[in-house]
């Protein structure tokens, strides 16, 4: 049988069947799917492909899904570090994207962002920023896969006036690339901080008309639940539950500071969270319950946020802190294994985006999201266990091979829809201006 690619691969890690690790197996692609997985033999007699990649030191594994990032924010990076969460946002982001922020900037920076994310081996990311067309065209032309939040806030930026007219602007958004493949959608209201009652109704309200996700910030740091507590009488999560906005079409980013009674809700509503651990250390905001919620059954993904509160969107860091923080946080080892911790970052994410059916494992019939990562190099050798290797061990510069819908993205520091001297041109024409919001003393 033709077909268009057959990957011979060292180690394959499917993540489903959990636990599972193939030996010397192929993966057989064509027309952007998965076909068939089946030994070496069984592919070099029964497929004649044109294409044919030997991966002979190298573990295959899905393409990894970073389910909470700012895409449009790298060009921000290091903007103000050192900082937490509301003076940051309040004193230096707000005020830079206030001036900055406009379709050509968040298509260069999510553009820059993309090549970032392909290069360390994501290959789906879900985004929450302003002129998400923008994005999508970035997205488009890097060959990633993206859902791109509707963002809704009641305040007024460059982007929209108020919460009508960031509707309206999703909305059209989403009319825009609904025949795009590569491209899916969510409402994206900002935080509970940021939106109202009536303006999160609207939403769950949408969201069940137009059968797409709701993703938003919740419970990142002390203060925000002490605000709600404040103005509502109420915590974040239980203003949300009385508004009807939990379900299993809603993803929460962070959940860092979570109450018993508040897992149950998310756990009985079939609730997701994207745990986000470098950017929650980095700004203090502290360390989410993860093995509690494990224990609860929550679904939990990973996300890197953006790169300008991170400063890395790097996957397999999140996966190691993610592990790390788990252990050390319970005082259990056993918490949070490799192959835990490899769902989290793969199926559990596409599970929480409604995509579980097409990505996220290595299965037939699935699209061939697929990223290899080297296992030879001297740091990863010698490899007893090469999933526990990718959590501990590896980093995204062992990344070789990354395929997007059965499309070979990247291999080996070149991509296949982004040229250098293009991401060269783009960091050259914003750096200067950013920089005037940075709380350093930029010299160029």
Partial sequence: ???????????????????????????????????????????????????????????????????????????????????????????????????????????????????????????????????????????????????????????????????????????????????QALISSSFAPHAPYTVSDATFEQVVTYSAQLNIGIHTHLHETHAEI????????????????????????????????????????????GCHIAHCPSSNLKLASGVAPVSECLKHRINIGLGTDGAASNNRLDMFTEMRIAALLAKGMSGDAEVLSAHQTLEMATINGARALGLDDRIGSIEVGKRADLTAIRMDALESTPVFDPVSHLVYVSGREHVSHVWVDGALQYQSGVFSGIEPQELQAIITKWQPQVARYTSGNYKG
Wanted: with cysteine; charged share 15%.
């Fill in 226 to 269: 002490t605000e709600s507590e404040q103005k509502y009488h109420l915590r974040p999560l239980a203003r949300l539950a009385n508004l009807r906005l939990l379900g299993p079409q809603v993803s929460f980013a962070h959940a860092v500071h979570l109450q018993q009674q508040e897992m149950d809700m998310l756990a009985e509503n």
């Fill in 1 to 179: 049988m033709l077909v268009d690619t057959v990957i011979y691969a060292r180690w394959i890690a499917p993540v489903s069947p959990h636990g599972t690790l193939l030996h010397n197996h192929a993966v057989v692609l064509n027309a952007g799917a998965i076909v068939a997985i089946c030994s070496r033999q069984n592919a070099a007699s029964s497929y004649s492909a044109q294409n044919e990649v030997h991966l002979d030191t190298h573990l295959l594994i899905p393409g990894l899904i970073n389910l909470h990032t700012h895409a449009a924010m790298a060009l921000m990076r290091g903007l103000a570090d050192d900082k937490p969460l509301m003076p940051w946002l309040q004193q230096h982001v707000w005020p830079a994207e206030q001036a900055l922020i406009s379709p050509d900037f968040v298509r260069d920076s999510s553009l820059l962002a993309c090549a970032e994310m392909l290069k360390g081996g994501i290959t789906t990311f879900n985004d929450m920023y302003f002129y998400p067309q923008a994005t999508a065209d970035a997205c488009l032309q890097a060959g990633m896969r993206a859902n791109l939040g509707l963002v809704i806030l009641e305040f007024p930026t460059r982007y929209a006036s108020h919460a009508a007219e960031y509707l309206e602007k999703g909305l059209d958004a989403y009319d825009s690339w609904r025949e």
